[in-house]
């Protein structure tokens, strides 16, 4: 192959790769597109029986003033963790990472602490949340 014919077959390469690299590019942006949308979940005043209470995919721990709300996704994978009332740990069904009681990661594959979402407490006893899904 003569050296012309070889710089033409290279240059008719990088046009065809970069067209189909033009005309893949909005298929794969829009793929990788995520819309963020707020839930706003409410705790009643008689939902609060326990120290811990489950709403929505949100843990509420505390009473009155001193409340904190975690999401019940698991940080590894997003499995919604359950709380052990015995030993006071939140444990991942799918794969066994176990969360403390302020949602500090403990052990397993998560390797991060559980999300903690800010909660208004409003009059009467209302708790207010903001879930980010």
């Known amino acids: 192959m003569e050296r012309r014919g070889f710089l033409k077959r290279g240059l008719l390469w990088l046009m065809y790769v970069s067209g189909a690299a033009v005309l893949a590019y909005p298929a794969f942006s829009f793929m990788g597109f995520r819309k963020i949308t707020k839930k706003r979940i409410v705790f009643q005043p008689d939902e609060l ?3 811990v209470c489950f709403k929505e995919g949100v843990y509420l721990i505390g009473k009155g003033a ?3 709300a975690l999401s019940a996704r698991c940080t590894h994978l997003g499995c919604i963790v359950n709380y052990d009332a015995v030993s006071r740990n939140f444990k991942c069904p799918c794969h066994g990472s176990i969360f403390g009681p ?19 407490t409003g009059p009467g006893g209302v708790v207010e949340v903001e879930l980010e899904i």
């Not at 302020?102 to 208004?120: E, H, T």
């Open 49 to 51: 029986s326990g120290p």
């Open 66 to 68: 001193d409340v904190k």
């Open 102 to 120: 302020s949602g500090r990661w403990i052990s397993g594959p998560a390797g991060k602490d559980l999300i903690s979402i800010p909660a208004k």
